[in-house]
Protein backbone atom coordinates (compact mmCIF):
# COMPACT_ATOMS: atom_id res chain seq x y z
CA UNK A 1 0.00 0.00 0.00
CA UNK A 2 3.20 2.42 0.86
CA UNK A 3 3.91 1.80 -3.16
CA UNK A 4 0.76 2.59 -4.69
CA UNK A 5 0.96 5.54 -2.26
CA UNK A 6 4.06 7.03 -2.97
CA UNK A 7 3.64 6.29 -7.04
CA UNK A 8 0.83 9.04 -7.64
CA UNK A 9 2.36 11.72 -5.48
CA UNK A 10 5.52 11.62 -7.46
CA UNK A 11 5.07 13.76 -10.67
CA UNK A 12 6.22 12.73 -14.22
CA UNK A 13 8.70 14.54 -15.83
CA UNK A 14 6.37 15.83 -18.82
CA UNK A 15 4.01 17.95 -16.08
CA UNK A 16 6.91 19.28 -14.55
CA UNK A 17 8.26 21.04 -17.85
CA UNK A 18 4.85 22.30 -18.31
CA UNK A 19 4.53 23.84 -14.95
CA UNK A 20 7.98 25.69 -15.48
CA UNK A 21 6.22 27.65 -19.13
CA UNK A 22 3.41 28.04 -17.25
CA UNK A 23 5.06 29.56 -14.74
CA UNK A 24 6.89 32.37 -16.94
CA UNK A 25 3.46 33.52 -18.45
CA UNK A 26 2.19 33.88 -14.35
CA UNK A 27 5.26 35.75 -13.20
CA UNK A 28 4.62 38.21 -16.30
CA UNK A 29 1.31 38.37 -15.22
CA UNK A 30 1.73 39.14 -12.09
CA UNK A 31 4.27 41.78 -12.51
CA UNK A 32 1.70 43.14 -14.65
CA UNK A 33 -0.97 43.42 -11.82
CA UNK A 34 1.57 44.48 -9.67
CA UNK A 35 2.30 47.68 -11.99
CA UNK A 36 -1.05 47.82 -12.41
CA UNK A 37 -2.14 47.76 -8.76
CA UNK A 38 0.84 50.70 -8.02
CA UNK A 39 -0.69 52.83 -11.14
CA UNK A 40 -4.08 52.17 -9.66
CA UNK A 41 -2.65 53.16 -5.82
CA UNK A 42 -1.05 56.17 -7.23
CA UNK A 43 -4.03 57.06 -9.10
CA UNK A 44 -6.27 56.79 -5.73
CA UNK A 45 -3.72 58.86 -3.59
CA UNK A 46 -4.35 61.55 -6.57
CA UNK A 47 -7.73 61.70 -6.37
CA UNK A 48 -7.39 61.62 -2.43
CA UNK A 49 -5.11 64.55 -2.70
CA UNK A 50 -7.57 66.19 -4.97
CA UNK A 51 -10.51 65.18 -2.97
CA UNK A 52 -8.96 66.88 0.19
CA UNK A 53 -7.85 70.09 -1.83
CA UNK A 54 -11.38 70.26 -3.24
CA UNK A 55 -12.84 70.16 0.20
CA UNK A 56 -10.20 72.25 1.68
CA UNK A 57 -10.99 74.61 -0.83
CA UNK A 58 -14.68 74.35 -0.54
CA UNK A 59 -14.78 74.62 3.35
CA UNK A 60 -13.05 78.23 2.68
CA UNK A 61 -16.00 79.32 0.08
CA UNK A 62 -18.12 77.72 2.67
CA UNK A 63 -16.29 80.20 5.62
CA UNK A 64 -16.09 82.88 2.86
CA UNK A 65 -20.45 82.76 2.35
CA UNK A 66 -21.31 82.30 6.02
CA UNK A 67 -18.85 85.47 6.80
CA UNK A 68 -20.63 87.20 4.17
CA UNK A 69 -24.01 85.95 5.09
CA UNK A 70 -23.40 87.00 8.39
CA UNK A 71 -22.56 90.27 7.46
CA UNK A 72 -25.79 90.94 5.31
CA UNK A 73 -28.33 89.35 7.68
CA UNK A 74 -26.51 92.21 10.24
CA UNK A 75 -26.67 95.32 7.77
CA UNK A 76 -30.24 94.22 6.88
CA UNK A 77 -30.86 93.33 9.93
CA UNK A 78 -29.63 97.21 11.19
CA UNK A 79 -31.86 98.56 7.94
CA UNK A 80 -34.98 96.77 9.41
CA UNK A 81 -34.46 98.27 13.12
CA UNK A 82 -33.82 101.69 11.17
CA UNK A 83 -37.27 101.51 9.12
CA UNK A 84 -39.10 100.42 12.04
CA UNK A 85 -37.99 103.53 13.81
CA UNK A 86 -38.93 105.33 11.02
CA UNK A 87 -41.99 103.98 10.90
CA UNK A 88 -42.81 104.73 14.21
CA UNK A 89 -42.01 107.92 13.83
CA UNK A 90 -44.13 108.73 10.70
CA UNK A 91 -47.12 106.49 12.63
CA UNK A 92 -46.63 109.17 15.48
CA UNK A 93 -46.57 112.35 13.28
CA UNK A 94 -49.58 111.11 11.30
CA UNK A 95 -51.81 110.18 14.75
CA UNK A 96 -50.69 113.74 16.03
CA UNK A 97 -51.48 115.03 12.84
CA UNK A 98 -55.01 113.35 12.69
CA UNK A 99 -55.25 114.79 16.48
CA UNK A 100 -54.44 118.19 15.15
CA UNK A 101 -56.84 117.99 12.73
CA UNK A 102 -60.03 116.66 14.63
CA UNK A 103 -59.24 119.17 17.01
CA UNK A 104 -59.24 121.78 14.50
CA UNK A 105 -62.34 120.55 12.73
CA UNK A 106 -63.88 120.85 16.11
CA UNK A 107 -62.84 123.93 17.09
CA UNK A 108 -64.04 124.81 13.76
CA UNK A 109 -67.49 123.46 13.88
CA UNK A 110 -68.26 125.28 17.03
CA UNK A 111 -66.77 128.34 15.32
CA UNK A 112 -69.22 127.81 12.43
CA UNK A 113 -71.80 127.12 14.47
CA UNK A 114 -70.96 130.32 17.06
CA UNK A 115 -70.44 131.91 13.73
CA UNK A 116 -73.97 131.02 12.35
CA UNK A 117 -75.45 132.06 15.95
CA UNK A 118 -73.45 135.72 15.73
CA UNK A 119 -74.80 136.10 11.74
CA UNK A 120 -77.83 135.18 12.36
CA UNK A 121 -78.40 137.35 15.32
CA UNK A 122 -76.53 139.98 13.51
CA UNK A 123 -79.32 140.06 10.47
CA UNK A 124 -81.52 140.13 13.34
CA UNK A 125 -80.14 142.85 14.56
CA UNK A 126 -79.44 144.26 11.35
CA UNK A 127 -83.56 143.28 10.23
CA UNK A 128 -84.60 145.62 12.91
CA UNK A 129 -82.40 148.15 12.08
CA UNK A 130 -83.52 148.23 8.95
CA UNK A 131 -87.09 148.64 10.41
CA UNK A 132 -86.26 151.03 12.89
CA UNK A 133 -84.81 152.83 9.71
CA UNK A 134 -87.89 152.48 7.96
CA UNK A 135 -90.07 153.42 11.06
CA UNK A 136 -88.39 156.59 11.46
CA UNK A 137 -88.73 157.45 7.48
CA UNK A 138 -92.23 156.81 8.11
CA UNK A 139 -92.13 158.66 11.06
CA UNK A 140 -90.68 161.30 9.48
CA UNK A 141 -93.08 161.09 6.61
CA UNK A 142 -95.89 161.54 8.95
CA UNK A 143 -93.92 164.27 11.03
CA UNK A 144 -93.67 166.39 7.75
CA UNK A 145 -97.30 165.39 6.83
CA UNK A 146 -98.50 166.83 9.97
Known amino acids: MANSDSAPSVPA ?3 LSSKKENIIPIN ?10 AELLNRIQG ?29 LNVE ?3 LRSEFQELRTTLQ ?7 ANLKNLGLQDV ?19 EDLPEE ?8
Not at 96 to 102: G, L, N
Not at 114 to 132: C, H, I, L, P, W
Not at 139 to 146: A, L, M, R, V
Open 80 to 82: VEQ
Open 47 to 75: LKQDLQSWRSKLDTQVKVYRNDLAELKKS
Open 13 to 15: PAP
Open 28 to 37: SKIAELSESR
Open 96 to 102: QQQEDVA
Open 114 to 132: SGEVKEAEASKVEGTDEKV
Open 139 to 146: NSGKETEQ
